[in-house]
């Protein structure tokens, strides 16, 4: 099991658990994202400050080690959340759990715009927005399930079966994200990857590109 994250020394930021689940959401970026963009949210919580937020080094790098230790379990296979966020029929959505669902939130618009830039498959975006859903029902349950009966959403899971299926959701989600990351990358590598011979030149040249960059 995934240990809860420690937070570094003199630390007045928001709580373990909510940082747990804003680092969970930056991990299920489909694009590359500067964590100086949502680093801030882990000490105001969202909430706009008049000072700008800064994070010392030691408080950064060990806050990236762990995002980057989520990433790695996640890719292993390995992953399963920490014991402080698990679901627990016997003790229903925990104070822990919403606080997790809070931070997930609170990342979540800095992500969100690079999904909807996405193709997705019918299973992606399916396995997406069940996530979300997951997330807004673990930060309030009643208010979630009166916004869904108003806009007419019916045929849902149980809010219980949702949460029990939390962990393969994200872990789904994560590598879709990582997968759209890699096709992007290895597009950033190499710009011509869909190049005709005869086509005109990416460089702007007006070459074709056979007579240019593809020699």
Not at 21 to 27: E, K, P, Q, T, W
Not at 90 to 102: I, L, Q
Not at 175 to 184: K, N, T, V
Request: charged share 20%; proline share 7%; glycine share 6%.
């Amino acid at each position: 099991m995934t240990q809860l994250i420690t937070l570094p020394t003199n630390w007045e930021g928001m709580p373990a658990t909510f940082i747990e689940g804003a680092l969970l959401a930056a991990n299920a970026n489909p694009k590359p994202l500067d964590p100086e963009v949502w680093l801030p949210v882990l000490v105001t919580g969202g909430v706009d400050e008049d000072d700008a937020v800064s994070l010392s080094n030691e408080q950064t790098q060990s806050i990236l080690n762990h995002f980057e230790l989520q990433y790695r379990y996640i890719k292993a296979g390995e992953f399963q959340l920490p014991e402080q966020v698990c679901w627990d029929e016997a003790k229903g959505v925990t104070p822990e759990m919403a606080e997790f669902a809070e931070g997930f939130l609170a990342v979540w618009p800095f992500i969100e715009p690079n999904w909807a830039e996405q193709t997705m498959s019918d299973g992606t975006m399916r396995m997406l927005s069940a996530l979300i859903t997951t997330v807004m029902l673990m930060l309030d349950e009643e208010a979630t399930l009166a916004q869904m009966d108003e806009a007419g959403v019916t045929g849902m899971p149980e809010p219980a079966a949702l949460y029990a299926q939390f962990p393969l959701m994200l872990t789904e989600v994560v590598m879709a994200a990582d997968e759209l990351q890699q096709g992007a990358a290895a597009q950033a590598v190499n710009p011509y990857k869909e190049m005709g011979r005869n086509d005109i030149c990416l460089c702007g040249s007006g070459k074709k590109f056979k007579h240019c960059c593809g020699q």
